[in-house]
């Protein structure tokens, strides 16, 4: 929200010789975080209102050119009637005789250093510039010149209190619970409050009395989505009058584009007062207006020219025709104020705010209106809204009101809430009077009633977010200001450090770090859409989601049953700007869905007891902690020493082994079939009898729907799965020397290398200390369907050298377990 102190100086008695900074520290003590400081870019010497008084248009040249006289002061000129006249030679073509603009004379400086100087160009001397906004650094368009208008100012006035160059703007984030403060009302109220100065309520006008019959017939047929509608209708709209500049500038100041006085209007109406509205074009809706949800099927084209689609929880704004705004988002394209509207609809209304920003996210279709809605804001104000609208349209474009305004309310009051006026002194740690906590919730609009102690609290209508004693709490904590509260520090209890958990999950992160990869954490978040392209089967334990009620995104709005859509995504978005070897991995929760208990919802008047609190602990889902890593590219990188090396399914393998060793346990492989990895080349991870992950090449399909290269792979595992390390002992050294022993086993294809491996391991028996898979061949001599698998065993004993009978019988154990097992064949 940004906020101009020219404007909020309107409804602020501030101090006078109150600093920039005490404003930015009032701010902070209130609880708004302030992003930046605005200024206007520095402009020195002469820059003045003047008035176009002639335009000599000249020709001749390559492009239109024209040759102004502009009054540009009261300073006595020859000839000039006592007034200063300049000629000015300007290529823009959006202004007329009598309009007001600025003018930078000769000794002027803009921003970026344009030094203004009187110059002889196009067969005249231009004495001066007439400016445009991006020339003066007060906003983006170069179209045409800044025209101010022709009424309000005198030529020869100071342009920079005119534009707001010595103006600051303070661009302050507001949370999500504190809508009140999206406004100019809602910030001076605070500010008055912490500044101890009076203020003034743009929202305490009294609407005109209308009479006469509605306007319009309207029809709410939600009122739980929507408890207040008003409507004012107006006619006589001149359609080619401009907003003043006053507004007009108001609105570049808080980031908002002018468009036409109609729609300028609304904008600073809901600036002032937090109320959003919208103006349709009356000649364009048909029949009467109704207020309801989306039927199957319908469609509404918004003001962004997108035709959306409309689904069953989307609430219209609709006319005899179908629907002509998405209610609290965006109007519709169909009843856009025009170059040629001369009649409008005002429209205010406060809608239900979960609605408001499920519609937003659904439809990816945020507005600063939303912005508000979805925050909630004052149902209190909407016929003031109106009228402050009515007023400035027939102020600056002769609109007149037709009829008495709708105003269709189904409010429910809004109950009392018990506080002990001791509670915010007892939670902050100071004390507090209760006089003052009645003052303080005085000050922010709320009714108080009660003697002592025991107090009945109304919220004022503006702050829908007061619902409970802890929200009043919060609120007297906040206006006395954060900084009061005790900081101490508690003492640390000795002798606990890390769990054994936190040390492995360390130890994991820094094996796989340590082995090249870089760790990408992601949004715990999945959708069915990208399991889909996974191609995680229906009935997988995985497609048992969690469902968020008020997701981030519509596209993934559970909670992640596998860490590989997250991961994956990373993968792609590096590979689409520009990198070709990655390897990631990401260590974190999951979050598998299947039956659940419902959890009980405890207040927040005391702390829940031991049964609540078993009862919410009970009804977390289980959540495993799982590591997964996915590469593509070279692990290798090439250079003069070699051409480098892709990453293999092998490498997923390694990383896999990687965690296993250092969660200190370990892990045997197996071929194994899970989506998304390639049936032939994935493997089950596995620790003694059970599965524990899956690594290897991801399939093809899988490639192109994520628009992967081929060949990725990827490597999931359940770090909580693993069991817990054993005591390590040390190993018993040899003083004995080794035997070492090389052979070759020509098997299937289809026989895992683990499967051979685990045979010689069994016939090798004691005397095996090292086995080592070194090499792995196919072609000439070894048949078509097989390969040869090259192993280096290392024999020793560990009480006495080993002779030659005693290697040659290991070996010969090891060979024959090897060839009855897996139908191994000794390799010549």
């Known amino acids: 929200m940004k906020v101009p102190i020219s404007w909020l ?31 206007a870019p520095v402009t020195t010497g002469p820059l003045v209102v003047g008035r176009v008084l002639e335009i000599e248009e000249l020709t001749g040249f390559k ?39 600025v003018v930078a004379l000769p000794g002027a400086v803009l921003p970026g250093g344009f030094a203004i100087a009187a110059r002889s160009t196009y067969d005249h001397v231009s004495d001066g510039m007439i400016c445009s906004v991006r020339e003066l650094g007060i906003g983006e368009d170069h179209a045409g010149i800044l025209v101010l208008g022709q009424d309000g100012f005198t030529p020869g ?46 929202a305490a006008l009294t609407p005109p009395a209308w009479s006469g019959e509605p306007g319009w017939a309207v029809e709410v047929a939600d009122p739980a989505r929507c408890d207040r509608f008003s409507m004012l209708a107006m006619e006589g709209l001149d359609p080619a009058a401009p907003s003043p500049w006053e507004l007009r500038r108001r609105l570049a100041q808080c980031g908002i584009r002018s468009i036409s006085l109609a729609v300028d209007v609304t904008n600073i109406v809901m600036l ?122 027939a102020e600056h474009g002769g609109a007149h009101v037709v009829g008495a305004p709708v105003d269709l309310d189904a409010r429910r009051p809004r109950p009392a809430i018990a506080l002990d006026a001791g509670r915010p002194g007892r939670i902050a740690g100071v004390a507090y009077p209760p006089s003052q906590v009645v003052e303080v919730l005085q000050a922010i609009g709320a009714t108080v009633e009660g003697d002592g102690q025991q107090l009945q609290v109304t919220p004022p209508s ?88 008020n997701p981030l995104s519509e596209e993934a709005p559970a909670m992640r ?42 207040g927040v008047d005391r702390r829940p007891d031991d049964d609540v609190l078993a009862a919410l602990l009970g009804a977390v889902p289980e959540q495993p902690w799982h590591v997964g890593v996915v590469l593509a590219g070279n692990v290798e990188p090439r250079g003069w020493w070699g051409p480098g090396r892709p990453g293999s399914w092998a490498d997923a393998v390694q990383a896999a082994r990687a965690v296993a060793a250092a969660a200190g346990v370990e892990l045997t492989v197996r071929a194994g079939e899970l989506a998304p990895w390639h049936p032939g080349r994935c493997a089950e991870l596995l620790v003694g009898d059970r599965v524990v992950g899956h690594a290897g090449e991801l399939h093809p399909r899988v490639c192109a729907a994520l628009d992967l290269p081929a060949r990725t792979c990827a490597m999931e595992l359940d770090v909580d799965a693993l069991p817990a390390a054993p005591v390590a002992v040390g190993p018993h050294v040899s003083t004995f020397p080794p035997v070492l022993v090389d052979l070759a086993l020509v098997v299937a294809d289809a026989v895992p290398a683990a499967d051979v491996e685990a045979a010689l391991r069994e016939g090798a028996g004691e005397l095996l200390e090292v086995l080592r898979l070194f090499d792995v061949y196919t072609g000439a001599p070894v048949p078509a369907g097989s390969r040869s698998l090259a192993y280096a065993l290392t024999l020793r004993a560990p009480d006495r050298t080993l002779t030659g009978e005693e290697a040659n019988a290991a070996r010969d154990a090891a060979i024959a377990v090897a060839v009855e097992r897996t139908g191994a064949v000794l390799r010549g």
């Open 462 to 549: 503006w702050r829908g977010d007061l619902t409970d004693p802890a929200d009043l709490v919060e609120e007297v904590v906040r206006y006395l200001g954060f900084d009061e509260i005790p900081s101490v520090l508690p003492t640390a209890p000795p002798g606990r450090g890390l769990t054994e958990r936190q040390r492995r999950r360390r130890s994991i992160g820094r094996a796989l770090a340590d082995a090249g990869y870089v760790e990408a954490p992601s949004y715990p978040f999945v959708g069915e859409a990208q399991l889909d392209a996974l191609g995680v089967p229906a009935d997988d334990a995985r497609r048992q989601l969690i469902t968020l009620r």
């Open 561 to 602: 049953t596998t860490l590989l859509p997250g991961l994956l995504g990373t993968l792609a978005r590096n590979l689409a700007r520009g990198q070709r070897d990655v390897a990631v991995f990401e260590h974190g929760a999951v979050f598998p869905g299947g039956p659940s208990t419902q959890a009980p919802v405890p």
């Open 157 to 202: 006035t100071p342009a920079a209190g005119v534009l707001g160059l010595d103006d600051v703007v303070f661009d302050l984030e507001v949370t999500p619970d504190r809508g009140y403060a999206m406004s100019l009302r809602g910030i001076a109220r605070d500010l008055a409050g912490a500044l101890g100065v009076d203020w003034r309520d743009p």
């Open 272 to 393: 002032e007062l937090g109320q959003p509205m919208h103006a349709f074009d009356r000649d364009t809706v048909t029949g009467p207006i109704t207020v309801r949800l989306a039927a199957t099927g319908e469609r509404l084209t918004t003001l962004d020219g997108v035709d959306r689609a409309l689904t069953s929880d989307d609430l219209l704004i609709a006319d005899e025709s179908g629907p002509i705004g998405l209610a609290g988002v965006m109007g519709g394209a169909s009843t856009e104020i025009g170059a040629n509207t001369t009649a409008v609809l005002l429209e205010a209304a406060h809608w239900e705010p979960a609605g408001i920003g499920r519609g937003v996210r659904r439809h990816k279709l945020p507005s600063e209106a939303a912005k508000r809605f979805e925050r909630g804001t004052d149902p209190d104000v909407t016929v003031v809204a109106l009228a402050r609208a009515a007023a400035l349209l």
């Open 63 to 101: 492009k239109p050119i024209r040759y102004c006289q502009v009054e540009v002061g009261e300073e006595a000129s020859p000839g000039a009637g006592g007034r200063d006249v300049r000629g000015i030679v300007c290529g823009a073509r959006n202004f007329a005789v009598g309009d007001l603009v």
């Open 9 to 39: 100086s309107e409804h602020v008695d501030i101090p006078a010789g109150t600093t920039v900074e005490e404003l930015d520290e009032a701010f902070v003590r209130l609880g708004f975080e302030v992003e930046e400081v605005l200024r």
